[in-house]
């Protein structure tokens, strides 16, 4: 895609996004191509118009998926009340309850983890039959109504690799499993099973809804100090399962976002090994500038930006976004703005003045 050069023309405000708990008012641009069209190009050809915000994207967590219910995260057309319905048994069968102060769900504390020797896994481990669910019903209820062809639609996946081995033997005993050579081969043939399944549920999620862009994938990794397991372990045992999911989404020419917080900069490096196209480091824990520096020309990150609203003039908060723009907004090095910590810094004036800036910066315009 050829990048246009910045018109103010472009500012024509055509639409706006309702002010939200978490953000301000958002307003729409006349873009030179449609947000749509622009978020895609970011995420699958690397090449951006302007700074994706992330109201671009539409994520889809749906009822029929046993996780979304258990982990109380769904998005579909149908009303889901977190407290009334979250919690229960997830696809294998392991029991989630909602926290609702955390406003997410944990493995019941009062049951027992399955096992504690990766070597049983197929002892305790049954995979669900897919085909016996009520896909038609699913699709029926969100083709054409939830789901729409004028956004970004985006798969959730919740439960990832390591997250799924954590949810059978609790957390010790599968930090042991990855590290422990007896061990080492179940793990591997765990992993190598939980690929064929993502695969097989990928499969399903895009023969039976419309519009679906790629899939984001959830594997928590890392604490606030550091990462969970060691990266050579990760490589050995969980990069060659996600690369085949992660190749197989790009088959489908769709992208593949991982979601994983904690502090993981030393496991980068194997994202990207493992085929992920998008990361969004938690900014709390991570140094994002500089994961931004050494490997945004490999996989694309979303990088914040800090400040008080109520204590920022608006024009320090333009300076914000040009200074922001002059770092990350490179056309060989694209990335995308992160909300997961800053979404209140979206103010009207910054947003305007990242957008004008990002796009001249990204059609390689210089940016005052």
């Given at each position: 895609?050829?990048?246009?050069?910045?018109?103010e023309?472009?500012?024509k405000?055509?639409?706006?996004?309702?002010?939200?708990?978490?953000?301000?008012?958002?307003?729409?641009?006349?873009?030179?191509?449609t947000?749509?069209?622009?978020?895609?190009?970011?995420?699958?050809?690397?090449?951006?118009?302007?700074q994706?915000?992330?109201?671009?994207?539409?994520?889809?967590n749906?009822?029929?998926y046993?996780?979304?219910i258990?982990?109380?995260?769904?998005?579909?057309a149908?009303?889901f009340?977190?407290?009334?319905?979250?919690g229960?048994?997830?696809?294998?069968?392991?029991?989630w309850?909602?926290?609702?102060?955390?406003?997410?769900?944990?493995?019941?504390?009062?049951?027992?983890?399955?096992?504690?020797?990766?070597?049983?896994?197929?002892e305790?481990v049954?995979?669900?039959?897919?085909?016996?669910?009520?896909?038609?019903?699913?699709?029926a209820?969100?083709n054409?109504?939830?789901?729409?062809?004028d956004?970004?639609?985006?798969?959730?996946?919740?439960?990832?690799?390591?997250?799924?081995?954590i949810?059978?033997?609790?957390?010790?005993?599968?930090?042991?499993?990855?590290?422990?050579?007896d061990?080492?081969?179940a793990?591997?043939?765990?992993?190598?099973?939980?690929a064929d399944?993502?695969?097989?549920?990928?499969?399903?999620?895009?023969?039976?809804?419309?519009y679906?862009?790629?899939?984001y994938?959830?594997?928590?990794?890392g604490?606030?100090?550091?990462?969970?397991?060691?990266?050579?372990?990760?490589?050995?045992?969980?990069?060659?399962?996600m690369?085949?999911?992660?190749?197989?989404?790009?088959g489908?020419?769709?992208?593949?976002?991982?979601?994983?917080?904690?502090?993981?900069?030393?496991?980068?490096?194997?994202?990207?090994?493992?085929?992920?196209?998008?990361?969004?480091?938690?900014a709390?824990?991570?140094?994002?500038?500089?994961?931004?520096?050494?490997?945004?020309?490999?996989?694309?990150?979303?990088?914040?930006?800090?400040?008080?609203?109520?204590?920022?003039?608006?024009?320090?908060?333009?300076?914000?976004?040009?200074?922001?723009?002059?770092?990350?907004?490179?056309?060989?090095?694209?990335?995308?703005?992160?909300?997961?910590?800053?979404?209140?810094?979206?103010?009207?004036?910054?947003?305007?003045?990242?957008?004008i800036?990002?796009?001249?910066?990204?059609?390689?315009?210089?940016?005052?």
């Amino acid at each position: 895609m050829d990048i246009p050069k910045f018109s103010e023309d472009e500012l024509k405000v055509v639409d706006e996004l309702p002010e939200m708990p978490w953000r301000p008012v958002i307003k729409i641009f006349d873009y030179p191509v449609t947000a749509r069209e622009a978020m895609l190009s970011v995420y699958k050809d690397k090449k951006a118009l302007w700074q994706i915000i992330g109201v671009e994207n539409q994520l889809f967590n749906p009822w029929i998926y046993p996780d979304n219910i258990a982990r109380a995260w769904v998005m579909e057309a149908q009303p889901f009340d977190a407290l009334k319905d979250g919690g229960g048994l997830d696809v294998f069968g392991v029991k989630w309850v909602y926290v609702p102060v955390a406003m997410g769900s944990m493995e019941d504390p009062n049951e027992e983890p399955w096992m504690d020797d990766a070597n049983d896994w197929k002892e305790y481990v049954h995979f669900p039959d897919l085909d016996s669910w009520d896909w038609e019903a699913s699709a029926a209820a969100n083709n054409d109504i939830y789901l729409k062809p004028d956004v970004v639609n985006t798969m959730w996946i919740q439960n990832g690799f390591f997250e799924r081995l954590i949810s059978f033997m609790g957390f010790e005993d599968a930090s042991v499993a990855m590290i422990d050579e007896d061990q080492e081969d179940a793990v591997k043939e765990f992993m190598r099973a939980m690929a064929d399944f993502y695969i097989d549920l990928i499969d399903h999620f895009v023969k039976y809804y419309k519009y679906i862009d790629g899939f984001y994938i959830h594997d928590d990794w890392g604490s606030s100090k550091d990462t969970f397991v060691a990266p050579d372990r990760i490589a050995e045992i969980v990069v060659p399962a996600m690369r085949r999911v992660t190749d197989h989404i790009h088959g489908l020419g769709m992208y593949a976002e991982l979601h994983s917080c904690g502090c993981n900069y030393k496991q980068v490096q194997n994202m990207i090994d493992a085929g992920w196209d998008v990361w969004i480091p938690q900014a709390a824990v991570n140094d994002v500038e500089k994961i931004y520096n050494e490997f945004g020309d490999q996989i694309i990150i979303g990088v914040p930006v800090q400040f008080d609203p109520e204590k920022t003039t608006e024009e320090e908060q333009r300076q914000a976004a040009r200074d922001y723009a002059k770092k990350f907004c490179k056309p060989d090095k694209p990335s995308i703005f992160s909300g997961i910590d800053c979404c209140t810094c979206l103010t009207p004036a910054f947003r305007e003045e990242l957008y004008i800036a990002s796009r001249k910066a990204y059609s390689g315009e210089a940016v005052d």
